[in-house]
């Protein structure tokens, strides 16, 4: 399929439970409802700070947790993550 759905904000994001236990699992909070699926291609883009190479990059959607909060998996190489996914 086809990539453009736009560009939806986060307003926020991290890794494990937010805390002091940091896992590959990326949580991702959107300003408005983000209309995807599990196993949707993502763009995530202009994260900053510590760790940002965490968070940016082309992802592959894990799990939806409401309308507005979505999770990914870091795997250390995006290439790895979406080998298998065809759209």
Same mark, same amino acid.
């Given at each position: 399929?086809?990539?453009? +759905?736009?560009? *939806?904000g *986060?307003?926020?994001?991290? +890794?494990? @439970?937010?805390?002091?236990?940091? =896992?590959?699992? #990326?949580?991702? %909070? =959107?300003?408005? @409802?983000h @209309?995807?699926?599990?196993?949707?291609?993502?763009?995530i883009?202009?994260?900053t /700070?510590?760790?940002?190479?965490l968070?940016? /990059?082309?992802? =592959?959607?894990?799990? *939806?947790?409401?309308?507005? %909060?979505? %999770?990914? *998996?870091?795997?250390?190489? +995006?290439?790895?993550?979406? +080998?298998? #996914?065809?759209?």
């Open positions: 399929g086809e990539l453009g +759905a736009g560009s *939806i *986060i307003t926020s994001s991290y +890794a494990g @439970d937010g805390n002091l236990n940091p =896992t590959n699992v #990326i949580t991702v %909070t =959107t300003s408005t @409802d @209309d995807l699926y599990p196993l949707t291609p993502i763009l883009s202009g994260i /700070g510590q760790d940002s190479n968070y940016n /990059g082309n992802y =592959t959607v894990a799990q *939806i947790v409401n309308s507005k %909060t979505f %999770t990914y *998996i870091y795997c250390g190489d +995006a290439s790895i993550c979406n +080998a298998s #996914i065809t759209t």
